[in-house]
């Protein structure tokens, strides 16, 4: 099975204060467990970077750099996916999403993955099953 990984479950994994690090944790276990493909963007690598260093600090980000990332595959975004991307955020008008929200979007639709490890509800509203919400009931 194929899992797209978001900022928010990467950084959930990692801080145990989170409040959804206890359904995180279970999940990238099994997942983990279940030998199960974890595929993110490079922009989600650089989002979760900047908010590790700057949430956690840098031995936190030391964990995520040589711990987690070599277990992600990582789809490294073109031009025509960061494009799509852009034009998906000014349609949507909103304030909240963002644009790795929707160039983690595009790249799911164009590898054919529907289940996300996400705490992000955008996920779900674009039409993802989120494992995490599965597990916070």
């Keep these: 099975m194929n899992v797209y990984v978001d ?3 990467l950084f959930a994994v990692l801080d145990c204060d989170d ?16 030998d199960t493909t974890l ?6 690598l650089v989002e979760a970077s900047a908010l590790i260093q ?6 936190a980000l030391r964990v995520f750099q040589e711990d987690i990332v070599p277990m992600l ?4 975004v073109d031009e025509p996916t960061h494009q799509a991307a852009v034009q998906m955020l ?25 289940t996300a490890f996400a ?7 674009q039409g993802f099953r989120c494992l995490t919400r ?4």
């Design 134 to 137: 599965i597990h916070l009931g």
């Design 73 to 76: 595959r990582v789809q490294w």
């Design 39 to 44: 595929v993110c963007s490079n922009y989600v």
């Design 19 to 34: 409040s959804c690090h206890l359904a995180a944790e279970t999940v990238w276990i099994r997942l983990i467990q279940e």
């Design 90 to 114: 000014l349609k949507s008008k909103s304030r909240s999403l963002s644009l790795v929200d929707c160039v983690s979007f595009v790249v799911m639709r164009r590898m054919g993955l529907g």
């Design 119 to 125: 705490f992000d509800r955008h996920f779900q509203a």
């Design 7 to 9: 900022t928010s479950a």
């Design 54 to 59: 700057r949430r956690l600090g840098p031995k």
